[in-house]
């Protein structure tokens, strides 16, 4: 995963287990910053191309490779955690989603499809930077929330990473509203603020393990599922549009391997 070394001081105690008991204390959280997301459609044609290149070199017989096509095949060759698509947002090897992920998600509000493009709760959390999950009242979607539903036995989470805005070119980004506070709610509690900056980079927020601890209870699987919510407290304004959007909330944590 494309995610930095978190800092010790982000690092706030979230819950006491079990579950459903944890501090009433709304904490105030500032992110890190991962990824710098640099998408757009050239970069995707760019991409693809040299994908086509790659895959009709290799199909050759190395022996007849000129000079310039073996320096090609290098960097055909990538790095191990590399994404597949252009927009993915994790590589091919093994996260916390090997044995992580949530039941459903849903949002209070829904901007509607256009053409062949919507934007969808589930577009928050398909792992990909091309699509957005855009809230669909008038105005800025001030109070509008996206709630993700997890199995009780889902591996625990230790970082919420948000990727803000529509952000898969410059253009949709700087003419959408993106959000300045979620409001983290989970089994509907109050819980933290996550300050998010106006960037198209990954923000990491670390947490003490959120989730079941009790792994090894065989009764696990029949509780109930808990959820976690992300409501709008206030945005960065667009410079066309006041719908908000948000690309991506996703995870990493523990209890997978």
């Known amino acids: 995963m494309r995610l930095h070394k978190p800092k010790p001081t982000l690092i706030v105690l979230l819950l006491a287990m079990p579950l459903t008991t944890f501090s009433?204390?709304?904490?105030e959280m500032q992110p890190e910053l991962g990824y710098e997301v640099d998408k757009s459609p050239e970069g995707e044609l760019m991409f693809n191309n040299k994908k086509k290149k790659c895959a009709a070199l290799f199909e050759r017989d190395r022996k007849t490779w000129?000079?310039?096509?073996k320096?090609?095949?290098?960097?055909?060759?990538?790095?191990?955690?590399?994404?597949?698509?252009?927009?993915d947002v994790l590589g091919p090897e093994c996260s916390w989603y090997c044995g992580g992920g949530e039941d459903t998600r849903t949002a209070s509000s829904?901007?509607?499809?256009?053409?062949?493009?919507?934007?969808?709760a589930g577009n928050a959390h398909d792992l990909s930077y091309k699509t957005a999950w855009?809230?669909?009242?008038?105005?800025?979607?001030i109070g509008e929330s996206l709630t993700y539903h997890f199995p009780p036995h889902t591996p625990r989470i230790t970082k919420?990473?948000?990727?803000?805005?529509?952000a898969k070119s410059p253009k949709a980004w700087s003419e959408n509203s993106r959000v300045k506070k979620l409001k983290l709610y989970i089994n509907n509690k109050p819980i933290a603020i996550l300050n998010l900056q106006d960037t198209r980079a990954e923000q990491i927020f670390t947490f003490d393990p959120i989730?079941?601890?009790n792994r090894e209870d065989k009764a696990l699987?029949?509780?109930?599922?808990?959820?976690?919510?992300?409501?709008?407290?206030?945005?960065?304004?667009?410079?066309?549009?006041?719908?908000?959007a948000i690309t991506e909330i996703y995870f990493d944590g523990i209890d997978v391997h």
């Open 24 to 27: 009433q204390t709304v904490k």
């Open 66 to 69: 000129t000079a310039a096509e």
């Open 71 to 87: 320096k090609l095949a290098e960097e055909c060759s990538g790095e191990p955690d590399e994404p597949e698509g252009y927009y």
């Open 110 to 120: 829904e901007l509607k499809s256009q053409g062949e493009s919507n934007y969808a």
């Open 134 to 141: 855009v809230e669909g009242v008038p105005g800025y979607g």
């Open 160 to 166: 919420i990473i948000v990727v803000n805005g529509y």
């Open 211 to 213: 989730g079941n601890a």
């Open 221 to 244: 699987r029949s509780m109930p599922q808990w959820t976690m919510k992300f409501e709008i407290m206030g945005v960065y304004k667009g410079e066309k549009y006041d719908d908000t």
